[in-house]
């Protein structure tokens, strides 16, 4: 056994330099007075390739288009088993990433490790360290939730205030007008997976290729023989990479990252943050206003790079002991203590949302909230029915049937009833099937279609299902008859706008089923709904905004 | 243990423990089946009110296929038959051979498939040709006229 092995080895080895190669990589001379501290070039490389491997297979459901690129990461978390994980590890291991680069260049910096012959190395370095930016900046934007969106807005407004280039990067990142869609998202998602990670590879082995061929920087004055990289360090690198992967592993498994709605450029009550590696940028902002602004955000950071970029022609002096490097020591001491109070500063500055019982109270009121009930029930019917099968809502891939929200010709609401019931009869051989609906039903979805515009459409795709379903609930039990909702309905009981400022979830669904439990004098009678109507009517109800 | 061994050990322990904790997951989510989507098993294909005895029709009817995170409304068919008063029965539209669409031939009173030649009973069995076995058929539920099919199933092979 052991000699099939050795042979399987000898002959491999004969063929390809492997054995030799991996030998001469391992057995590599370090300085006797390395140790833990420089382990963090090791983790930040496998941080790499655990994002390699955790992106290649989100990649794998992964639909990169705005809207499906949305769906297809619900799809991943909520659908496939492990996605969740797979989804966290490419996370937060793109923060601890952020973490253990930034750790890799403070050490490098307060022992003054890039000095001659290795400026080089620290260029290169600073560039990976860029990149390592890149790729939360590009990847924030693709779930296309209502927080990558915002996020990325904001971020390419900054980009477009830059002197001279700006209106150039603009037009590189797909968005002439500052706003955000297809081109830009597909300009993201190439640089995000085509483009980053080649280069990144590249300048990784460029990167290593140097150390190895400068050597560890040893501490100054070192006399002791040096020593082997295998495998007392090679122990401490591997022990400092399962630190970092646990970590990211326990981070992926306890804290849900966050998905929020489908992007919404509407939502004008969104506030947007950047990634907590960006916000002391974000928050450098605001120290400059007007015409001063691009010097907050595009100026300052830049000369800060430039600076960073040529420490090592700045720092020319010979190698010094730890103890004598107080310069660059406070210097770190003062960005780090920088750093820490505008990152703080932006996460206490951060207004709160405060919701009561309504999870829509703060926010901005949608398009759908606004509908009467029954042209939101409309849209229950219209998905129930599958109209979007054959019938685009402004605009998509052409189907069967003409597009309901752009539609050249618009027929009146009594037309549209007939057909419904029997469309060969209005428009013979059309391919049309009969809608199943009773007249009330009908109704409803002919309420929900007049109100589509090539404006509205999109806003009101949006429609939560909930609201559709709570919307029909509240239909087909005529609360309409004693209860106003959006102006709708007579004024016998309370209106229900607003409900949610008022009554708890609790106190409304006690309500609706024993209505004398709260009030013995009223003349509501109780409904007896099933557990997902009920829930639905009050997601319905909650959603309606104050008057 | 000397100190070179427990490098060593610890060294090949970690990377087998980092090496599981990525390939099990990664196995499990690119091989588990997705949870299933709440998609209603019985869909309306029509009414049987106009249906003949022992005349089959083809229904047309639309059905949702769950495609990863898609849910696409797809265009399906059925040969429905009235075997007698108050018993429907309904065929899967492709031929149990190759899976062509085969038709109902009313001069013969038989199924035809026009790859092979198969030939079917009013009931589905195989009359003629190289068809391994009957015609597969859906589940069949009449409610109030409206006939409603559920799920395909095979059927046996022919002895």
């Known amino acids: 056994m052991r000699t099939l092995q050795r042979r399987l080895i000898d002959w491999i080895e004969h063929r390809t330099g492997l054995e030799t190669a991996v030998k001469n990589f391992l057995f590599e001379e370090i300085p006797a007075s390395s140790g833990w501290r420089q382990v963090f070039g090791s983790v930040a490389l496998f941080l790499f390739l655990l994002q390699a491997f955790s992106g290649l297979l989100l990649a794998f459901n992964y639909a990169p288009t705005p809207g499906e690129a949305y769906n297809s990461v619900k799809y991943i978390v909520a659908e496939l088993t492990g996605g969740r994980l797979i989804r966290g590890l490419h996370h937060w291991g793109a923060s601890m990433m952020i973490v253990v680069v930034v750790l890799h260049m403070i050490q490098v910096f307060i022992y003054g490790a890039y000095k001659k012959p290795r400026e080089a190395t620290w260029m290169v370095g600073v560039t990976l360290l860029l990149l390592t930016l890149a790729y939360g900046l590009t990847g924030y934007l693709l779930p296309w939730d209502n927080r990558a969106y915002w996020g990325t807005v904001v971020a390419t407004q900054i980009a477009s205030k830059a002197p001279l280039v700006g209106p150039y990067l603009m037009r590189l990142l797909g968005s002439d007008d500052g706003s955000i869609g297809v081109v830009t998202f597909a300009r993201f998602f190439a640089l995000h997976v085509l483009l980053l990670p080649p280069v990144t590879t590249l300048l990784i082995a460029f990167h290593v290729y140097l150390v190895r061929k400068h050597g560890v920087a040893p501490a100054p004055g070192e006399t002791r023989p040096s020593k082997k990289f295998f495998p007392e360090q090679v122990f401490k690198d591997t022990l400092a990479i399962f630190a970092a992967f646990a970590a990211v592993f326990v981070m992926a498994v306890t804290v849900k990252v966050p998905l929020e709605r489908l992007a919404d450029p509407t939502d004008t009550n969104y506030i947007p943050r950047p990634d907590w590696y960006f916000l002391f940028l974000f928050e450098t902002l605001k120290f400059f206003e007007g015409s001063l602004e691009v010097f907050g955000s595009v100026i300052l950071p830049g000369l800060a790079l430039v600076a960073l970029f040529l420490v090592p022609f700045m720092d020319r002096g010979i190698a010094k002991t730890l103890r004598q490097r107080t310069v660059a020591i406070s210097l770190v001491a003062l960005a780090a203590i920088g750093w820490t109070g505008l990152t703080v500063t932006a996460i206490v500055t951060t207004p709160k949302s405060t919701a009561p019982a309504g999870d829509f109270a703060a926010a901005a009121v949608q398009e759908w909230q606004q509908l009467s009930p029954g042209e939101l029930a409309g849209i229950f019917y219209f998905r129930q029915e599958h109209c979007s099968s054959c019938h685009n809502l402004g605009g998509g891939v052409s189907k069967a049937g003409p597009d309901l929200a752009n539609s050249p010709t618009r027929r009146p609401p009594s037309w549209l009833m007939e057909f419904f019931k029997n469309p060969p009869r209005l428009i013979p051989g059309t391919p049309m099937p009969p809608v199943r609906l009773n007249d009330i039903q009908l109704t409803a979805l002919v309420a929900f279609l007049m109100k589509l515009t090539p404006e509205s459409a999109p806003a009101l795709e949006n429609t939560p299902t909930e609201a559709g379903r709570g919307a029909m609930v509240f239909q087909e039990n005529e609360c309409g008859n004693c209860h106003l909702a959006n102006g709708s309905g007579t004024k016998v009981g309370p209106t229900l706008n607003g409900i949610s400022l008022r009554r708890s979830r609790e106190w409304i669904e006690e309500q609706v089923r024993n209505p004398k439990a709260h009030l013995p004098e009223t003349m509501m009678s109780p409904y007896n709904l099933d557990p997902r109507d009920m829930e639905h009517l009050i997601f319905y109800l909650l959603s309606l905004p104050e008057e | ?159």
């Open chain 2, 1 to 159: 243990m000397n100190r070179r061994t427990f490098y060593l050990t610890c060294i090949h322990g970690i990377w087998v423990l980092i090496g599981l904790a990525l390939a099990v997951p990664a196995a499990i989510y690119l091989l588990w089946p997705p949870r299933p989507k709440k998609v209603s098993n019985w869909i309306e294909a029509g009414s049987v009110t106009q249906l003949q005895v022992k005349t089959p029709e083809e229904f047309v009817f639309r059905r949702n296929r769950v495609d990863g995170w898609k849910v696409t409304s797809e265009k399906t068919t059925a040969w429905v038959v009235k075997t007698a008063e108050n018993h429907v029965i309904a065929f899967s539209p492709q031929c149990p051979h190759l899976g062509c669409a085969y038709h109902w031939n009313s001069k013969n009173q038989e199924f035809l498939c026009p790859c092979h030649a198969s030939t079917f009973s009013l009931e589905g069995a195989v009359l003629t040709g190289p068809a391994p076995r009957a015609l597969d058929r859906f589940d069949v539920r009449v409610e109030a006229d409206r006939l409603l099919l559920g799920a395909i199933h095979k059927s046996e092979e022919a002895s």
